[in-house]
Structures are given as C-alpha cells and as structure tokens.
C-alpha cells in the first residue's frame, strides 16, 4: 500500500459482482482504493453482493460501507449521494461502473423495451449520479468523476443498444470535465477491452453455451498482448485517475484494453 488515496472519500457505484471464480471491475476498484487509504461507500443494486465487498476490505483493515441502490432511478441515484455525503462528509471520488446488455440486438430488431432499459440503466444512471454529486463537489471546490465505459463504444457491431450507451458515456464525461474545471473536478472514462470478469464469462459463455474454459481461450487470442485483462488492470487504471497523481488528466478516454483499440484502428 502507497497511500495513493489516504484521507479520501470515494463512492463506487456497481462494487458487487455476479458470482465467479475472478474478480469484477467494481470490487477490484474498491479494494484498491480502499488500500490505497480511502474510505468506500460500496454501491450495488443487491445489498448482499456490495456487503461481501465490504466484509473482504475489512478484513485487510480498510474501513468501506455498503449500500444498496437502484441507479435506474433519479431518486436512487440521488440518495446515493446524498448517503455517501452524509456518512462520509464529502465526496471526493464517485466511479460509475454500472452495464448491463440482457436482450441487446443489432439495429434493425432491436426492441423498444430492451433499448429503454439498456440505456437508462448505463448511461442514464451515470449522467443522475454525476448531476447529484457535481453539485457535492462544486460546493468544495474539488473532486474526481470516473465512469466505467467499454471499447464497445468504439468498436461495436450487433449489441447496438450497449454500444451506444458506452458511447454515450464518453460524450457525457467530455462535457462535465469542460464544464466543471473551473471548480477543481476531474472527469474521466476507462474502456475496457476483454476482461476476464464473472459477468463476462460466466453470461456470455451461457448465452453462447461454451464453456467458460473455451470462451477464455477464444478471448485471449483476440487480443494483442495474448490475454485478456481482469478486474485488477481496470482497478490500477482508476487508481491513477481517481489520485492526485492525475491532477492534470481530464476528460481522458483510456482504452485498458491489450491493444485490442490498435488492432481495430489498424
């Protein structure tokens, strides 16, 4: 531990995960950040997922609280905030890491419904969340917002809805790093490639009805450095972005990703 983030306060939205035998980008980044000496406010939409998060940091010592949201909602998204404000006395840091895909299709039979509930849960939820907590971070004069898109927002094909979202993400976090410098807020986005993560593998290898031992090993080839990434390389990201370290970085969208932006580009 470095105290990268000591004395900080740091709100992560989606610090549960899906069952598995890896780690998932949001608990990764809260156990970073946690050791890296920030106090966590665990966000999930299943209250027991974001618990299990906070029982491992407090085993090592780090001091995290769990709480369940829905983000799908205004009102869940601003009671999030407002319950990290109150419990932690500011807000120094938020991560919006929330993406779901269920139903996706390609444009020409995408449905309505489906469309509706992708984009309000990834991208409407992260723009909610960042209003309630700019208005936090205005008033001290400093703070970092980081949301967790995807290189599907640059190189997508037949899920059009969460391309689109993961896009839009992009977008959103240009426009509040612009509009919020004056006050001391950082904004920035991560993209990450193909992870080995549980919502990954574990969903996508059901829906394909691979095996997980298979659908690794066709993922890792698609990517330059010869696998994929975990929970752990989106995390190391967020630590330099979300730290002073970055005090010069905003409105930044990194690719973690094995080079898999380079191959596309190419």
Known sequence: MTNRLDGKCAIIVGAGQTP????GNGRAMAVLFAREGAEVMCVDAHLDRAQE???G?????????AFEADVSTVAGCEALVAE???RMGRIDVLVNNVGIGAGDAPPHVISEA???RIMTVNLKSAVMTTKAALNVMREQGSGVILSISSLAAWAGHDKIAYEVSKAGMIRHIQAVA????????RANVILPGLMDTPMAIVGISAAKGMT???LRALRNAKVPLGQ???GWDTAYAALFLCSDEAKFVTGVALPVDGGAACKVAG
């Open 178 to 185: 612009i509009g919020n410098a004056k006050y001391g807020i």
């Open 53 to 55: 998060t906070v029982a």
């Open 228 to 230: 994929m990434g975990t």
């Open 114 to 116: 489906v469309w509706d």
């Open 20 to 23: 598995g035998a890896t780690i």
């Open 84 to 86: 990290g404000k109150a």
């Open 212 to 214: 997980q031992e298979d």
């Open 57 to 65: 940091i407090e085993a090592e010592g780090g001091r995290a609280f």
